[in-house]
């Protein structure tokens, strides 16, 4: 059984990077076709961060895209979110999640709050 | 970008009554790429429906999902006390690939 854990600091200063790491336990990461980033700001709806599939292949929001890069350490079983130049507005619950598949995601962390303040 | 509609914001019911939420896109979503997921506070959604009509892994038979093109909707035939929550529509489209999410339908209590 899949069981994914998000993991980095909850509190990130403005225009710092906000660095947070999933790690995949009880089955392979470089088995599984698809990773992802979900965030949820305090209250509100769900939003795709990015997403990289098996064969190297990442795909971000473009939104974000000028801000992000997903990475993938198989040694580690584990993936990792950059965001840089954080704001306010980046506040929220993020999510890891996977699946077999690129469209959508039956496996997800428990999700992790992190606060963008000074 | 393919935006995600979803009505109504949100359903007031009681147990054992049926539930019917809607899901429109603004374009036409390719392959059915359509999923429903479901998110209780404070835990992370659950994938309940996949390709617009297959349940997930154990997600009980009360749940169906229809559709095609731009209109999806998710049915629960009687609902349970577990079942409310809030439910987010969710599509793939591979041109450019992306994941887009709706704002959610709460179906709460009566």
């Known amino acids: 059984q899949m069981q994914l854990q998000e993991s980095g600091p909850g509190l990130v200063k403005p225009s710092e990077t906000l660095s947070l790491t999933c790690t995949v336990s009880?089955?392979?990461?470089?088995?599984?076709?698809?990773w992802g980033w979900i965030r949820q700001p305090p209250g509100k709806g769900l939003e795709w961060i990015g997403s990289?599939?098996?064969?190297?292949?990442?795909n971000y929001n473009p939104s974000l895209k000028s801000r992000v890069t997903i990475s993938v350490d198989t040694s580690k079983n584990h993936f990792s979110l950059e965001l840089s130049s954080v704001t306010a507005a980046d506040t929220a619950v993020y999510y890891c999640?996977?699946?077999?598949?690129?469209?959508?995601?039956?496996?997800w962390g428990q999700g992790t709050l992190v606060t963008v303040s000074s | 970008e393919i935006v995600l509609t979803q009505s109504p914001g949100t359903l007031s019911l009681s147990p054992g009554e049926r539930a019917t939420l809607s899901c429109r896109a603004s374009q036409s979503v390719s392959n059915n790429f359509l999923a429903w997921y479901q998110q209780k506070p404070g835990q992370a959604p659950r994938l309940v429906i996949y390709g617009a009509s297959m349940r997930a892994s154990g997600i009980p038979d009360r749940f169906s999902g229809s559709g095609s093109g731009t209109d999806f909707t998710l049915s629960i035939s009687r609902l349970e006390p577990e079942d409310f929550a809030v439910y987010y529509c969710?599509?793939?489209?591979?041109?450019?690939?992306?994941?887009?999410f709706g704002g959610g339908t709460k179906v709460q209590i009566k």
């Open positions: 969710q599509q793939y489209g591979n041109s450019p690939p992306e994941l887009t």
């Open positions: 999640a996977g699946d077999h598949n690129s469209a959508w995601y039956f496996y």
């Open positions: 009880g089955y392979s990461i470089s088995r599984a076709y698809s």
């Open positions: 990289f599939y098996r064969g190297g292949t990442t």
